[in-house]
């Protein structure tokens, strides 16, 4: 008889470095979801199976599934969801994109834009992270990658049809970019910091950094990715307009004004945009919004907005609603894959928009694509 399996305590988004020296040598019981060291008869996890009946154990590095203390594989078909959840295998990355969609229209679960968790003040981070886990090329490379690096992780799951939960945790990436930045993790006021994130997200953050970015000098190619922060001016809310019911709005400038003064000699294929809103702990962030407009009126009409990171304070529909008291978050809003006009917000939650909102949004961070 196959134990009982609990699939609302399974977490396989869990830090588990703290568990076993060997990362394969860590085991999740598929009962209460604890994670164990096996699978030796004196390991943890088999005393742990000897002592709550619990025996049916998942071991997260291969989605092996075992029975302890026996230390059994388990081959069962009826089980093959569990390994999908705990190791997602992409067959073709290359048209993931389209296949993941096909499924999500057939389920409720919500594939590839499934809410990031809010660790505790990293609503930031996640608006940024969710925009380049929807960067085509960089998705495909990701998903063709079987590595244990933690931003390919986090994006084979969020892309993972199978998901068990219609969230995911971002905490692995999240602490791994905590130790090696001191910088960027959980529990700290990350929104002043979301310009440095990026930056270094482009310059280590990311997988095979190098290989996605091309190397100008060697192979004489175009970086696929190029990152431009621009500084936003403030301006004073006087300046703002009103709209027609007497509301007062955010004073305006289109994006196009303040890309300018930039000539691209060689397009890159994707445009990282940084606003620069001048916040520091000290100083309050400038909050005007800078229209994205439709692309046409920049660098010759090359690009294609892919999605947007923003503070949510300026939705006007919702700022009527609002009760006091209820948090403000970073969201991302994305075009989707399946379907060029229409789009996605993610936060802590995912609903369909109107693209037109990012008008009136105080974006943050957009990736563009060339046409
Ligand atoms: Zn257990």
């Given at each position: 008889?196959?134990?009982?399996?609990?699939?609302?305590?399974?977490?396989?988004?869990?830090?588990?470095?703290?568990?076993?020296?060997?990362?394969?040598?860590?085991?999740?019981?598929?009962?209460?979801?604890?994670?164990?060291?096996?699978?030796?008869?004196?390991?943890?996890?088999?005393?742990?199976?000897?002592?709550?009946?619990?025996?049916?154990?998942?071991?997260?590095?291969?989605?092996?599934?075992?029975?302890?203390?026996?230390?059994?594989?388990?081959?069962?078909?009826?089980?093959?969801?569990?390994?999908?959840?705990?190791?997602?295998?992409?067959?073709?990355?290359?048209?993931?994109?389209?296949?993941?969609?096909?499924?999500?229209?057939?389920?409720?679960?919500?594939?590839?834009?499934?809410?990031?968790?809010?660790?505790?003040?990293?609503?930031?981070?996640?608006?940024?992270?969710?925009?380049?886990?929807?960067?085509?090329?960089?998705?495909?490379?990701?998903?063709?990658?079987?590595?244990?690096?933690?931003?390919?992780?986090?994006?084979?799951?969020?892309?993972?049809?199978?998901?068990?939960?219609?969230?995911?945790?971002?905490?692995?990436?999240?602490?791994?970019?905590?130790?090696?930045?001191?910088?960027?993790?959980?529990?700290?006021?990350?929104?002043?910091?979301?310009?440095?994130?990026?930056?270094?997200?482009?310059?280590?953050?990311?997988?095979?950094?190098?290989?996605?970015?091309?190397?100008?000098?060697?192979?004489?190619?175009?970086?696929?990715?190029?990152?431009?922060?621009?500084?936003?001016?403030d301006r004073t809310i006087t300046e703002g307009t009103r709209d027609?019911?007497?509301?007062?709005?955010?004073?305006?400038?289109?994006?196009?004004?303040?890309?300018?003064?930039?000539?691209?000699?060689?397009?890159?294929?994707?445009?990282?945009?940084?606003?620069?809103?001048?916040?520091?702990?000290?100083?309050?962030?400038?909050?005007?919004?800078?229209?994205?407009?439709?692309?046409?009126?920049?660098?010759?009409?090359?690009?294609?907005?892919?999605?947007?990171?923003?503070?949510?304070?300026?939705?006007?529909?919702?700022?009527?609603?609002?009760?006091?008291?209820?948090?403000?978050?970073?969201?991302?809003?994305?075009?989707?894959?399946?379907?060029?006009?229409?789009?996605?917000?993610?936060?802590?939650?995912?609903?369909?928009?109107?693209?037109?909102?990012?008008?009136?949004?105080?974006?943050?961070?957009?990736?563009?694509?060339?046409?």
């Amino acid at each position: 008889m196959i134990p009982l399996i609990n699939c609302s305590a399974i977490n396989f988004d869990l830090v588990y470095s703290t568990v076993a020296t060997r990362p394969h040598d860590v085991f999740c019981c598929l009962t209460c979801g604890s994670y164990f060291e096996g699978p030796g008869p004196s390991s943890r996890a088999a005393k742990h199976s000897m002592t709550s009946s619990h025996g049916l154990f998942i071991q997260l590095m291969t989605g092996c599934i075992c029975q302890l203390p026996e230390n059994t594989l388990v081959i069962d078909p009826s089980l093959e969801y569990l390994r999908r959840a705990c190791r997602p295998d992409y067959c073709s990355p290359y048209d993931v994109l389209e296949k993941a969609v096909r499924y999500q229209r057939h389920n409720s679960l919500v594939t590839g834009y499934a809410p990031l968790v809010n660790l505790g003040h990293t609503d930031g981070l996640n608006s940024v992270i969710q925009l380049f886990l929807h960067v085509p090329a960089l998705v495909r490379l990701c998903l063709a990658d079987s590595s244990a690096h933690s931003f390919v992780e986090l994006c084979r799951k969020l892309w993972n049809p199978y998901a068990l939960h219609p969230t995911i945790s971002p905490v692995r990436f999240l602490m791994d970019s905590w130790l090696k930045t001191q910088k960027f993790g959980p529990d700290l006021p990350t929104r002043p910091l979301l310009p440095h994130f990026v930056m270094w997200l482009m310059s280590a953050g990311l997988p095979s950094c190098e290989m996605f970015k091309g190397n100008v000098i060697k192979d004489k190619k175009p970086h696929p990715m190029t990152c431009l922060k621009i500084e936003v001016p403030d301006r004073t809310i006087t300046e703002g307009t009103r709209d027609l019911d007497g509301a007062e709005s955010l004073p305006s400038i289109p994006l196009s004004n303040l890309l300018a003064p930039y000539t691209l000699a060689e397009p890159p294929q994707y445009l990282v945009i940084v606003l620069d809103r001048g916040e520091t702990k000290k100083q309050r962030r400038c909050r005007t919004v800078v229209d994205p407009g439709e692309g046409s009126a920049f660098f010759d009409g090359r690009y294609r907005l892919l999605g947007a990171s923003f503070f949510d304070e300026v939705v006007d529909v919702d700022q009527k609603t609002r009760t006091p008291g209820e948090r403000f978050e970073s969201k991302a809003i994305l075009r989707c894959h399946y379907d060029e006009d229409e789009w996605v917000e993610v936060g802590l939650s995912c609903r369909r928009v109107a693209g037109n909102v990012l008008s009136k949004a105080v974006i943050d961070v957009m990736i563009w694509a060339v046409n």
